[in-house]
T-cell receptor, first 116, second 111 residues
């Protein structure tokens, strides 16, 4: 099975711009979660989507949003970029827990966003 | 609120020596605990989970509910164990896939 893929791998943007990151989960996985990784704050949960619905949300401002498509692919969007948004954005997918799965999340390689 | 604490940011151990990476958590419900590892230039991957009580690459971790700890241990460190290790916690309830991570411990094995 192919792993979680994320595009693009690297992005450079300037303050005030917006950005869209994409994540394709492992085939059959319906839950997609997004995390922000920074040296200062570590790994922080952004949100989770399941069957095209946002099911969980972390403590991030409304500039951070996401969506999930019917094929489980997910995008996250950051509007009005700030310098502090520079980070590695990780996507993770997991099986539906009700099928006997547990919360093992498989991570993608990440998108490195640099805001200048 | 759920919280995971990894008190050591950096840990250096000689090859062949025992390793213990500390993890403490606070959570009022029934948590799932995990250890994730990130080797250099590789993606974050699951090392082990408390539910399975398995040993992966010689590592074990026991959930101690009384001490709210989930320390990662290995009796004899190997050079390939050098990596970043994250302890993580999840709510066991269906529909809650949020992982709360500790800040991580960078383990360096000295040859």
């Amino acid at each position: 099975k192919a792993g979680v893929t994320q595009t693009p791998r690297y992005l450079i943007k300037t303050r005030g711009q917006q950005v869209t990151l994409s994540c394709s989960p492992i085939s059959g996985h319906r839950s997609v979660s997004w995390y922000q990784q920074t040296p200062g704050q570590g790994l922080q949960f952004l949100f989770e989507y399941f069957s095209e619905t946002q099911r969980n949300k972390g403590n991030f401002p409304g500039r951070f949003s996401g969506r999930q498509f019917s094929n489980s692919r997910s995008e996250m969007n950051v509007s009005t970029l700030e310098l502090g948004d520079s980070a590695l954005y990780l996507c993770a997918s997991s099986l539906e827990r009700g099928r006997g799965g547990y919360n093992e999340q498989f991570f993608g390689p990440g998108t490195r966003l640099t805001v200048l | 609120a759920q919280r995971v604490t990894q008190p050591e940011k950096l840990l250096s151990v000689f090859k062949g020596a025992p390793v213990e990476l500390k993890c403490n958590y606070s959570y009022s419900g029934s948590p799932e605990l995990f250890w994730y590892v990130q080797y250099s230039r590789q993606r974050l991957q699951l090392l082990l989970r408390h539910i399975s009580r398995e040993s992966i690459k010689g590592f074990t971790a026991d959930l101690n509910k009384g001490e709210t700890s989930f320390h990662l241990k290995k009796p004899f460190a190997q050079e390939e164990d050098s990596a970043m290790y994250y302890c993580a916690l999840s709510n066991r309830n269906f529909g809650n896939e949020k992982l709360t991570f500790g800040t991580g411990t960078r383990l360096t094995i000295i040859p």
